[in-house]
């Protein structure tokens, strides 16, 4: 992997990730760009506890622009895009319309491939390869900075979920704070730590569903499943065997088998409403260790947590799907209407042949 940084017009970011050595990266960004004005916020909910962004310049964002003036696509001849290079591997920039910014942490946007008409499933083992080597490196580098504190790697994929660029491309939001969702399994994971004398969660849920029905495929290195409790109709972990705390701990072993097994999670994804329905809309959540200070769960240490992938979908079935109302919206409540034992049972049956 070749790493290459640069600026664009305004002043952010731009690395590109090449999978050949020999290449050169010394396109200029030739629009009339102004600096990027941001009015990110975090804001404490004193009754939650949680934290909210609050950024409304993000109004102004691109909405689902023409094919011929997606700005993820590379710049050719006088159009011109986000990446100023006529062609490119992987490519990470920072988002000119960020939710988070400043001291208030930073976001940024990975372009998977330069193909606008592909999908991350449609990639080569290679190219998914490079795309995890980006989202480590970036992780690596983004825990650095002063004002972050977690780091996130994620894909929303579909105009169902709210998707506003077509191209294949997912995020990294860089948090000044532990997020909720981390922050409840960090107390889930000290009080089973406290009941079972030291005891860890994560082995603890792995070890119970390599045990039962709701295994979707399991490789040397990775292990994908529906979780017992699954919050969503078609929901799917995906843990390394080997307990690590973020992307930065996987091992050499772990990092070539993993385009194998996601590729085919993400295609067993696309084929299980049926072709009518594809490409399936979802959501590929990579949940790390925070880089803070974890000193309100008691006895938990960074290595306690274990890196995994959430994938799951917000169609329930073909046509329809699923929403979050009062229940869920309300009071964080779910309800599946979908046995996980049998969602699980649905993806092993559109296995690749």
């Known amino acids: 992997m070749k790493k290459t940084s640069t600026r664009l017009a305004d002043g952010r970011e731009l690395i590109y990730y090449d999978l050949r050595d020999d290449g050169v990266r010394d396109a200029v960004d030739r629009r009339p760009l102004e600096r990027t004005v941001t009015t990110s916020e975090v ?10 962004a609050i950024a409304s310049h993000r109004q102004g964002r691109t909405y689902h622009p023409p094919a011929d003036e997606c700005p993820l696509c590379p710049s050719q001849g006088e159009r011109l895009s986000e990446i100023p290079d006529s062609s490119y591997d992987v490519v990470v920039f920072e988002n ?6 400043g001291d208030s942490g ?12 592909a999908s991350f499933a449609d990639l080569g083992e290679e190219q998914a390869r490079l795309v995890l080597d980006a989202w480590t490196d970036r992780t690596s580098e983004l825990s650095h900075l002063p004002s972050v504190e977690q780091v996130f790697c994620f894909e929303n994929r579909g105009a169902e979920i709210g998707v506003t660029l077509g191209h294949p491309h997912g995020q990294i939001y860089a948090y000044p704070f532990t997020t ?7 107390r889930q994971l000290a009080q089973h730590k406290e009941a079972t004398g030291g005891q860890n969660l994560f082995d603890a849920v792995l070890e119970r569903e390599l045990a039962d029905e709701r295994v979707v495929l399991a490789s040397e290195h990775w292990v994908a499943f529906v979780p017992y409790a699954a919050h969503w109709p078609y929901e799917v972990h995906l843990y390394p065997r080997r ?33 009518a329905e594809s490409p399936t809309p979802y959501i590929a959540a990579w949940h790390q260790a925070p880089f803070g200070a974890l000193e309100e769960f008691d006895g ?7 890196l995994h992938l959430e994938l799951f979908t917000i169609r329930r079935t073909s046509g329809k799907l699923k929403f979050l109302a009062g229940s869920e919206s309300g ?21 690749s042949s």
């Open 43 to 52: 804001r404490r909910d004193p009754l939650l506890g949680d934290a909210v």
């Open 96 to 101: 000119r319309f960020p939710s988070l910014a």
């Open 106 to 117: 930073r976001c940024e946007v990975v372009c998977f491939t330069s193909d606008h008409n």
């Open 180 to 186: 909720p969702r981390t922050a409840l399994m960090l």
């Open 243 to 275: 307990r690590v705390p973020d992307l930065l701990g996987l091992d050499e072993d772990a990092r070539s088998e993993f385009p194998q097994v996601y590729l085919e999670l993400l295609k067993r994804f696309d084929r299980i409403f049926g072709e």
């Open 300 to 306: 938990v240490v960074r290595d306690d947590f274990a």
């Open 331 to 351: 009071m964080s409540v779910f309800i599946n209407d979908v046995p996980p034992e049998r969602a699980a049972e649905r993806l092993r049956e559109v296995a």
